[in-house]
């Protein structure tokens, strides 16, 4: 272990590695800070920069793109609401309202803490544990993905906010919208009524960008412009207590980040949505959130980080991508050369801990470049909005137009940035949607393979230990509260802040 | 009614409609296969028949809950939705201005403002000409697309919108738009080799 | 592991050479059916996939042979439907490509598309990808007529990748060959089926040798045969007996190749099948082959549009439910 460290260490740490290191945790951030280029999309367009490197410096190099491109979307999240990847959607709930109130500086800051935190636990447990955890999340089959799922689900019913029918509305809106197209293991194309760029369904990405992006800048047009946020620069530091109060929800995201990561599939996705959504239960302030709560940005964006290390738990150790970016990371490996694969820790044993260490370093570089940045970066609030707004039109189209080089995501763009406007007027909550428009198709894959392997019959989910426990679990999240409110209720006279259901508030109208 | 009320009970209306309509398809697409295993129609049947429900739940709430103001327990409880304070500071609500917005709960809380202007002194029904005027833009630019080229259509919408729409100076505004068309040329087409559709001028 | 020149500046100058030739669209006159100008290779799927890895590795191979300056471009949706649709409409335009597989031909008898192979210009194959059937190294078979006799009195779960997959038509006319039937998992993707198969959760699968290689070498995998013409030559494979020698009269491989689009002139075939034989000589071709574990049976025009009929027409029997 030592012996590998040093290895890592001595590989990384020369003057050439660290300036490639450098140069795409850069190139990363910029890449992430256009809409709808997340960090999948940033590495695969830029591998051909690479080619002519050693395989250790240009594996370094696409790992630093990962990183930065992830830092890169959510500064944008933060700042004008419009997440790089599904997995910043949630960081856009407290990230942006905290911008509007002035703390972008903060919740910046917090967001480069939260991600080097997660990142430096969930690299000790990788480097530690990465053989058998992988193991463990061979396990985990279509039946126990089900699980996982129905799990998710509910924890995110719980954080649908005050009106929670409209919530679930949202959610089953986005589930619906994801079944546009052909779905898994079959061949029928369901609502594209003859289009072929419906074929492949309604990608996320342009409806991400959309509902939040263009929702918001029309939603502004239609509020007024207001004074550009003036702060002064010693306000825009993140505080002593802010740190304080995220030390809790980053440790708790960074373990659910690392343990959603390891299971293929799953992904950052739910892990950012579970971690805000367990935050909102266990916290003491959870009237503050979605009002720029601190917590609702630690603890989604270490989960998210957290999740992206984990994914190389199956992807190094079983040659098995974990998510996109891993998977296109894998592809690279070919290219070098390189055959991923279980065998790959003893026969590239350089190269994999030059890697590990490299995962290190430009975490770190992430945090020195960001930490002083993150003030500088919210000064971009300061830009007159009758000038950002069209710019933001113009990064908007041209980055929705990049992910398939075709002019109908401009117009689904579009479309759904008209829906996003009038969710807005109306006080629809967006953020059920793209989850279920992004666990959609992960749901009804679970769902066939599970029903296949049962042959019809979802009594098999009660077969697998692991699937029965998740769903007790699941259990238990629906039930807990309820019992915990009406002990609360009967031990003071008066109702107080305590937990209570989303489902006794509907209860109380 | 307010407006927003009006456009929330049709939000809903349509929406409880889409979803009974995503359970015909979805049936049509066969919801099971044989040996009842799952079918390409069970998540559009399943999502759409939720969808209606909760429509149909939401609809039945906001009829209810005109006519009841939410009690002192529930404002502790946070179970209203708070007063959401959003750029342009309190939403205001006038009864009868058809531009007016706010959503059902809201107007419990806040009180009539009276003046509904922003830093520029724009009133509730210029600004609403100013989104339709913006829209109208975009559509355009869209358009131009094809005949300019995608970088020129939106480097001239960044222009139109700063100077017609919200009465920038035209130098700087010039300035402003040329640089944010040459960073985006940089990184998508210089750096990533996005192909952007160059039109029928064929220039960039 | 190859030794390069570590060149810290050679990033930077290829991003500013990006840079320069971005802009430089010159529109020179043909001669001898050669392009004029840049030529673009589409590639139907998203960037990162095999299709995209075979893209750019042919247009930097055809780059090299010709000199001419290749850009490949993306455009995914639709599980290629899209790309395809888009290269029907640049009809008569020679500079032109794109990396085509299978979903050209599975997408007309699948999909309500626009196009058929017939619409384009086959130029080169080359090579191409079959399926080893894999299982666990602790399974009851030994053999593939081990797996099919199995099926016959009991319940063999067989993962696929796609209900228009490789490995869908694999096990279809494996089961239409020996009369049997499998119990389909459907998945999305060749790592997918993999975990799954290693995790315990399916029986049987099919999967391309470059994506299990590193599994049969550790021993977490073992092969029971290849659904393929002729036995592998590569060393890691040649151990493996295809399905024919043991009774199964079943061989397909999705091919790798290019196409241009239709209505260009003979000479603009012929100058394109010309870069495509040049390319085969070259070290890069046998490179990309190599490292894919494909088998090299490159053919051009004419004999490429044969293969893709008579492709279409098992694919036909095989969807024709």
Redesign the interface.
């Known amino acids: 272990m030592i012996d590998n460290l040093i290895l890592g260490f001595s590989t990384a740490f020369t003057a050439?590695n660290l300036?490639?290191c450098f140069?795409g945790v850069l190139l990363g951030t910029v890449i992430g800070l256009m809409p709808g280029l997340g960090s999948?999309?940033g590495?695969?367009?830029l591998?051909?920069?690479?080619l002519?490197?050693?395989?250790v410096?240009a594996l370094i190099?696409l790992a630093g793109i990962y990183y930065g491109a992830q830092y890169g979307g959510t500064i944008t999240s933060v700042l004008i609401s419009t997440p790089g990847e599904a997995a910043s959607v949630v960081t856009t709930l407290d990230g942006y309202q905290m911008a509007k109130n002035g703390k972008a500086g903060s919740a910046l800051a917090i967001s480069a803490i939260g991600s080097f935190v997660a990142a430096i636990i969930s690299l000790a447990l990788l480097m530690a544990l990465a053989p058998p955890l992988a193991d463990l999340a061979?396990?985990?089959?279509?039946?126990e993905n089900l699980a996982i799922m129905i799990l998710g689900l509910i924890i995110v019913v719980s954080f649908a906010g005050g009106a929670l029918s409209r919530g679930l509305m949202m959610a089953a809106a986005g589930l619906l919208i994801s079944t546009v197209?052909?779905a898994?293991?079959?061949?029928d194309?369901r609502f594209t009524f003859?289009n072929?760029?419906?074929?492949?369904g309604i990608p996320f990405i342009e409806v991400m960008i959309g509902l939040f992006a263009i929702g918001e800048v029309l939603h502004q047009i239609r509020m007024g412009a207001d004074a550009p946020i003036r702060t002064r620069f010693r306000d825009m530091v993140i505080s002593r207590s802010e740190l304080k109060r995220s030390a809790g929800p980053i440790l708790r995201g960074s373990g659910i980040g690392f343990v959603l990561g390891i299971l293929?599939?799953a992904g950052s996705t739910l892990a950012s949505f579970m971690a805000y959504g367990i935050e909102k239960r266990v916290s003491p302030r959870k009237a503050m959130f979605g009002k720029g709560a601190i917590e609702g940005v630690a603890a989604p964006e270490s989960a998210n980080n957290a999740a992206a290390n984990a994914n190389f738990v199956?992807t190094l150790a079983?040659?098995?991508?974990g998510g996109g970016t891993t998977?296109?990371l894998l592809?690279a490996f070919?290219?070098y050369?390189l055959?991923?694969?279980?065998?790959?820790f003893e026969t590239q044993p350089t190269l994999i801990w030059g890697l590990l260490v490299s995962f290190f370093i430009g975490n770190v570089m992430l945090l020195v470049l960001n930490l002083p940045l993150a003030p500088v970066f919210a000064q971009m609030l300061r830009i007159p909005y009758g000038y950002l707004y069209p710019i933001i039109l113009l990064t908007s189209f041209v980055g929705a137009y990049s992910v398939?080089?075709?002019m109908?995501s401009v117009l689904l763009v579009l479309i759904f940035g008209i829906i996003g406007w009038i969710m807005k007027e109306l006080d629809l909550p967006m953020a059920p949607l793209v989850l279920g428009l992004v666990l959609g198709p992960l749901f009804e894959?679970a769902l066939?393979?599970t029903s296949?392997?049962g042959?019809g019959s979802f009594l098999i989910l009660l077969q697998s230990p692991i699937s029965v426990v998740v769903l007790l679990f699941a259990v238990a999240l629906m039930v807990g509260p309820k019992i915990a409110a009406r002990v609360a209720v009967r031990r003071s006279p008066r109702p107080t802040r305590t937990p209570i259901s989303d489902d006794e508030r509907e209860d109380a109208r | 009614m307010t407006v927003a009320q009006r456009g929330g009970l049709i939000a809903s209306v349509v929406l409880a409609v889409l979803g009974v309509a995503a359970v015909v398809g979805g049936i049509g697409y066969g919801v099971t296969v044989e040996g009842g295993e799952i079918g390409p129609g069970f998540l559009p049947a399943f999502s759409g028949g939720l969808v209606a429900l909760f429509a149909l739940l939401d609809l039945v709430g906001r009829l209810r809950r005109r006519t009841d103001l939410p009690t002192q327990a529930e404002l502790i409880l946070d179970t209203v939705e708070p007063v959401r304070t959003g750029h342009g500071g309190v939403i205001g609500y006038t009864p009868g201005d058809p531009g007016a917005v706010s959503t059902g709960t809201e107007a419990f809380h806040v009180p009539d403002t009276g003046d509904d202007l922003d830093i520029f002194g724009r009133t509730q029904k210029q600004r609403n000409r100013m989104l339709a005027v913006v829209l109208g833009l975009v559509v355009v630019a869209l358009i131009a697309v094809q005949l300019v080229g995608f970088l020129i259509a939106f480097v001239l919408l960044i222009f139109v919108i700063a100077v017609v729409v919200e009465g920038r100076k035209v130098l700087p505004a010039a300035i402003v738009s040329v640089a944010a068309g040459a960073v985006t040329y940089?990184i998508f087409?210089?750096?990533l080799?996005v192909?952007l559709p160059q039109g029928l001028l064929g220039i960039? | 592991?190859?030794s390069?020149?570590?060149?810290?500046a050679?990033?930077l100058a290829?991003?500013s050479l990006?840079?320069l030739t971005?802009?430089g669209a010159s529109a020179e006159p043909a001669a001898d059916g050669a392009p004029s100008g840049n030529v673009?290779m589409v590639v139907p799927m998203?960037?990162?996939?095999g299709s995209?890895?075979s893209g750019?590795a042919i247009a930097s191979g055809l780059e090299e042979g010709t000199g001419l300056n290749i850009?490949v471009?993306?455009?995914?949706?639709?599980?290629g439907?899209?790309g395809y649709?888009?290269f029907l409409s640049q009809n008569g335009k020679s500079n032109y490509l794109l990396a085509s597989e299978t979903a050209l031909l599975a997408l007309p008898v699948?999909?309500?598309?626009?196009f058929t192979y017939e619409d384009f210009t086959p130029i080169m194959k080359l090579g191409d990808d079959y399926t080893l059937l894999v299982v666990a190294p602790d399974a009851p078979y030994d053999t593939c007529s081990d797996v099919v006799d199995a099926a016959k009195d009991e319940r063999v779960?067989a993962a696929?990748s796609?209900?228009?997959s490789l490995d869908e038509i694999v096990f279809t006319l494996v089961e239409s060959d020996q009369d049997v039937e499998f119990?389909?998992?459907?998945?999305?993707s060749g790592?997918?089926v993999?975990?799954?198969l290693?995790?315990?959760?399916i029986d049987v699968a099919s999967l391309n040798p470059?994506e299990v290689?590193?599994?049969l070498?550790?021993g977490?995998l073992k092969a029971l045969c290849a659904f393929s013409e002729e036995r592998y030559e590569y060393e890691a494979l040649s151990d493996i007996p295809t399905a024919k020698e043991q009774g199964i009269d079943v061989a397909f491989a999705q091919y790798r190749g290019f196409i241009a689009p239709g209505g260009i002139t003979e000479d603009q075939t012929q100058y394109w099948i010309e870069a495509g034989q040049a390319y085969e000589e070259s070290d890069a071709y046998t490179e990309y082959i190599e490292?894919?574990y494909l088998q090299a049976n490159a053919v051009y025009g004419d004999e490429f549009s044969e293969y893709l009929a008579g492709n279409t027409a098992d694919l036909e029997v095989v969807?024709a439910e």
Do not use: H
């Open positions: 050439e300036l490639w140069i999948t999309t590495v695969a367009i591998i051909p920069l690479t002519t490197l050693e395989p410096t190099m061979l396990n985990f089959g279509p039946v197209g052909v898994t293991g079959f061949s194309a003859g072929i760029n419906l074929l492949g293929p599939g199956p079983l040659g098995i991508p998977a296109v592809g070919t290219i050369g055959q991923p694969g279980p065998r790959l398939s080089n075709n109908f894959k066939v393979q296949a392997l042959q | 940089a087409v210089a750096l080799r192909p960039i | 592991m190859k390069r020149t570590p060149l810290a050679a990033g290829a991003v990006f840079a971005g802009c673009t998203g960037a990162g996939g995209d890895q750019r850009s471009e993306n455009r995914e949706g639709g599980s439907a899209v649709s888009y699948t999909q309500d598309v626009e779960v696929v796609g209900a228009t119990d389909r998992v459907p998945f999305e790592s997918e993999l975990t799954a290693l995790g315990g959760q470059s290689v590193a599994q070498e550790a977490d490292s894919n969807f």
